[in-house]
């Protein structure tokens, strides 16, 4: 027989939005049910030391804090499922969804919360040496490269962005671009052809990141050059993969407004989606900061709307009745 959960307060996602949304959608007595995913804690389950999350005077790892928000988030009251949504319907309330394991979920209000994954190359290299120097987070892991040469590959405006980050903690940054243009903003570009800290290195594909063994980690890049063919090496002791992230919202696509980059859409200043009732909080909303602490933040506003929400529609209800 198939098992079914039903909620007041149903979350897609066990990141800092998901988590920080059950913290408060627990704390508000709506007895939350959280569908963690596939990657349980979220993307800072992939990263060692996380030097930004406010509250911790020392490094911190981000395993070991995403834990600590489960911990808080089932003290309070929230539920914890492990299931992947494969299927939702948002068509009315409450709303349904079914989990890769067949048990269906329903809930009065749906707490978006699936992330934004940062797209690789795709190289072994890479894979081997992440979180050993190659990053896809300047904003994270800049810190960790304060005086050292590092490189950005990347044509976009997060490439641009990111390299420009840098240039706070670097005096050697190189771009890397397998196109003689970037596809940036016009200003964004300009911005990075002033700034002395930035190089930039045209027509070059990046063949593979460069292990110096031991605890050295990165240590240069292999460089193929588009037109000629010609390898060549790049000295660095970051390398940071800039090109673009992927919102995980393809569930969602024909059922609630996503914007041109897949990435769902909220009215300005509140988590509220196209669809009443459905809230999206975290990275799978904003390709602006996407970081833990306003991951956290949208995670809480989403609780707040979701509550809100529920509060007025009892209230219609209570109201129609008595009529
Ligand atoms: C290597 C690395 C290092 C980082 N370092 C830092 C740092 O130092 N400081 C910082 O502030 N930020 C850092 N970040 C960024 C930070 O991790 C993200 O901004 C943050 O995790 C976003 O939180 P989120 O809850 O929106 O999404 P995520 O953390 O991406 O969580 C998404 C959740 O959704 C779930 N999910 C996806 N699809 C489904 C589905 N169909 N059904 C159910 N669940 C689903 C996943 O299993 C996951 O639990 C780092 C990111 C990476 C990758």
């Given at each position: 027989?198939?098992?079914?959960?039903?909620?007041?307060?149903l979350?897609?996602?066990?990141?800092?939005?998901?988590?920080s949304?059950?913290?408060?959608?627990?704390?508000?007595g709506?007895a939350?049910?959280?569908?963690?995913?596939?990657?349980?804690?979220?993307?800072?389950?992939?990263?060692?030391?996380?030097?930004?999350y406010?509250?911790?005077?020392?490094?911190?790892?981000?395993?070991?804090?995403?834990?600590?928000m489960?911990?808080?988030?089932?003290?309070?009251?929230?539920?914890?499922?492990w299931?992947?949504?494969?299927?939702?319907?948002?068509?009315?309330?409450?709303?349904r969804?079914?989990?890769?394991?067949g048990?269906?979920?329903?809930g009065?209000?749906?707490?978006?919360?699936?992330?934004?994954q940062?797209?690789?190359l795709?190289?072994?290299?890479?894979?081997?040496l992440?979180g050993?120097g190659?990053?896809?987070?300047?904003?994270?892991?800049?810190?960790?490269?304060?005086?050292?040469?590092?490189?950005?590959?990347?044509?976009?405006?997060?490439?641009?962005?990111?390299?420009?980050?840098?240039?706070?903690?670097?005096?050697?940054?190189t771009?890397?671009?397998?196109?003689?243009?970037?596809?940036?903003?016009?200003?964004l570009q300009?911005?990075?052809?002033?700034?002395?800290?930035?190089?930039?290195?045209?027509?070059?594909?990046?063949?593979?990141?460069?292990?110096?063994?031991?605890v050295?980690?990165?240590v240069?890049?292999?460089?193929k050059d588009?037109?000629?063919?010609?390898?060549?090496?790049?000295?660095?002791?970051?390398?940071?993969?800039?090109?673009?992230?992927?919102?995980?919202?393809?569930?969602?696509?024909g059922?609630?407004?996503?914007?041109?980059?897949?990435?769902?859409?909220?009215d300005?200043?509140?988590?509220?989606?196209?669809?009443p009732?459905?809230?999206?909080?975290?990275?799978?909303?904003?390709k602006?900061?996407?970081?833990?602490?306003?991951?956290?933040?949208t995670?809480?506003?989403?609780?707040?709307?979701?509550?809100?929400?529920?509060?007025?529609a009892?209230?219609?209800?209570?109201?129609?009745?008595?009529?």
């Amino acid at each position: 027989m198939t098992a079914t959960h039903s909620t007041r307060m149903l979350i897609l996602g066990s990141g800092p939005a998901g988590l920080s949304a059950a913290i408060y959608g627990a704390r508000a007595g709506l007895a939350p049910i959280v569908v963690q995913g596939i990657q349980p804690g979220g993307q800072l389950m992939t990263t060692t030391d996380v030097e930004n999350y406010p509250g911790f005077r020392e490094v911190i790892q981000g395993p070991w804090l995403m834990q600590e928000m489960q911990a808080q988030a089932e003290h309070v009251g929230a539920q914890m499922l492990w299931d992947t949504i494969v299927e939702v319907d948002v068509s009315q309330r409450p709303f349904r969804m079914v989990g890769d394991s067949g048990t269906v979920y329903v809930g009065d209000t749906l707490v978006i919360a699936t992330g934004a994954q940062a797209r690789w190359l795709g190289l072994d290299s890479e894979e081997l040496l992440k979180g050993k120097g190659v990053s896809a987070c300047a904003t994270c892991d800049g810190f960790f490269f304060r005086g050292k040469k590092v490189a950005v590959i990347g044509g976009g405006n997060t490439a641009v962005e990111e390299a420009l980050y840098l240039t706070n903690h670097s005096h050697d940054v190189t771009l890397i671009h397998r196109r003689d243009s970037l596809r940036a903003e016009k200003i964004l570009q300009q911005r990075l052809f002033a700034n002395d800290k930035i190089t930039t290195l045209w027509n070059k594909k990046v063949e593979r990141f460069i292990d110096g063994g031991g605890v050295a980690g990165l240590v240069g890049i292999e460089l193929k050059d588009m037109v000629t063919g010609e390898l060549s090496t790049l000295e660095v002791d970051g390398g940071f993969v800039a090109i673009g992230h992927h919102p995980a919202t393809e569930l969602f696509r024909g059922h609630i407004a996503l914007d041109q980059d897949n990435y769902i859409t909220v009215d300005k200043g509140t988590t509220r989606t196209s669809v009443p009732g459905v809230f999206a909080c975290g990275d799978v909303m904003d390709k602006h900061y996407r970081q833990a602490i306003t991951a956290a933040g949208t995670g809480c506003m989403a609780a707040l709307d979701a509550e809100r929400f529920l509060a007025e529609a009892d209230f219609e209800q209570v109201a129609e009745a008595a009529e």
